[in-house]
């Protein structure tokens, strides 16, 4: 059985109290790097550099990245003769290289967070502790979500869609030969009013492009109708022929009631059987 005596502290990337080359390589560096081009070996004692002095950056510190290939800018302090690059704190993959302060790396597949850590290989034996920098890999085109479309729209009303995108987007929007531009906000929530479109089947082209540079375009299809547009002084002389042919209307209707309508007369005088008098009823007897 082998037992392991490194401190628990081995790993955190700082090359601190009785760690070495030899108990903690991940931190302090390897003991024996290939030297030159003669293949001999020799030995170098773990760093002293003080973390602070050296400095990595990817991509100029840019939070997201849509490439996979990005920029490392290195500083690796007086003497340093290499540098090891890696994704893995320990430097499983790494292979020394002749120091230079900008260097390109290849990000390993998938999105996501990605770690790139260095040490540097300096001219008197020493190794530095390892240092790192992150970016976020995101090569995932955003998606665009439309809320639901009228089955159609009349050609004298504003056409106005909403929407969603998985990402923050600036979004443009492309219809009868006419352009157009917004931003969705932090939710990816977006509203745009595209004013009035001509009567038919219109296709209209939706792109949204994120933050690093990713893309979608999806066109939908607006059916508008056209719509009579009315005149005003048509439909001033159609209020007045109404008027005149109600007024004629209940002109008739009021003839033919008086025409139509049973007469009820009364002589000048009392019938002789009434002896020329009136015989007026009580009004309960009328009744």
């Known amino acids: 059985m082998q037992t392991d005596w490194r401190l628990i502290s081995c790993g955190d990337g700082i090359c601190n109290g009785s760690e070495t080359c030899n108990t903690c390589s991940s931190d302090c560096g390897t003991c024996q790097v290939t030297a030159g081009g003669n293949g001999m070996l020799v030995s170098l004692s773990s760093s002293s550099v003080p973390a602070g002095k050296i400095t990595i950056l990817v991509n100029d510190g840019s939070p997201k990245t849509n490439n996979a290939a990005v920029k490392v800018t290195l500083n690796g302090g007086s003497g340093a003769a290499q540098v090891e690059l890696s994704e893995s704190s320990v430097f499983l993959e790494g292979i020394p290289e002749v120091y230079e302060p900008v260097k390109s790396f290849i990000l390993s597949s998938g999105n996501g967070k990605k770690t790139i850590y260095a040490r540097f290989f300096y001219k008197d034996g020493t190794i530095s502790s390892a240092i790192s920098s992150s970016i976020i890999l995101n090569t995932q085109s955003p998606e665009i979500n439309i809320n639901q479309l009228q089955d159609s729209y009349n050609s004298n009303e504003d056409i106005i869609i909403s929407g969603t995108v998985s990402e923050p987007s ?31 089947i219109n296709s209209v082209s939706i792109t949204a492009k994120d933050e690093v540079g990713n893309s979608k375009t999806i066109t939908i ?43 009820v007369t009364v002589s000048k005088e009392t019938p002789e ?12 007897a009328q009744k």
């Open 170 to 200: 600036e979004i443009t929007f492309y219809w009868d030969n006419q352009y157009g531009l917004t931003n969705s906000d932090s939710n990816g929530r977006w509203t745009v009013n595209l004013g009035k479109i001509q009567p038919g």
């Open 221 to 263: 299809k607006i059916k508008v109708i056209a719509t009579e547009v009315v005149n005003p002084k048509k439909t001033s002389q159609t209020i007045d022929d109404l008027t005149k042919q109600f007024w004629s209307a209940l002109s008739n209707v009021a003839s033919q009631k008086i025409i139509t309508s049973k007469l």
């Open 273 to 284: 059987v009434l002896k020329h008098k009136w015989n007026l009823l009580p009004v309960k």
